[in-house]
């Protein structure tokens, strides 16, 4: 059993970066997928990006492609997304999951807020 803890949201202003970080509070990350997904008011979750975490590949929704990255940290068994060029419609809580496959996640964090003010 994995389970993931997120943390690094914040307020920012549009155009503006924030880097959130999903650690391991239990287990390890080392085979399994990682994925951060957000929900914003109103809307539907959305799955934004994801990491294979011992090949290192990656994907990304449309959404955030060229904009935000995610990336590891084995040593601190540590999954990270950085967000830049931060637009008002990222505004959401942000989670990190953990799983087996890209479309399927069996461990979730409790979430951290993302506000991009205008």
């Known amino acids: 059993q994995v389970q993931p803890v997120e943390s690094g949201g914040g307020v920012v202003q549009a155009g503006g970066s924030l880097r959130l970080s999903c650690a391991a509070s239990?287990?390890?990350?080392?085979?399994?997928?990682i994925g951060w997904f957000r929900r914003a008011p109103g809307k539907e979750r959305e799955h934004v990006a994801a990491?294979?975490?011992?090949?290192?590949?990656?994907w990304y929704a449309d959404s955030v492609k060229g904009r935000f990255t995610i990336s590891k940290d084995n040593a601190k068994n540590t999954v990270y997304l950085q967000m830049n060029t931060l637009k008002p419609e990222d505004t959401a809580v942000y989670y990190c999951?953990?799983?087996?496959?890209?479309?399927?996640?069996?461990?979730w964090g409790q979430g951290t807020q993302v506000t991009v003010s205008s």
């Open positions: 990491l294979y975490y011992s090949g290192g590949s990656t």
């Open positions: 239990e287990g390890t990350f080392s085979t399994y997928v």
């Open positions: 999951a953990v799983g087996s496959y890209l479309t399927q996640y069996d461990y």
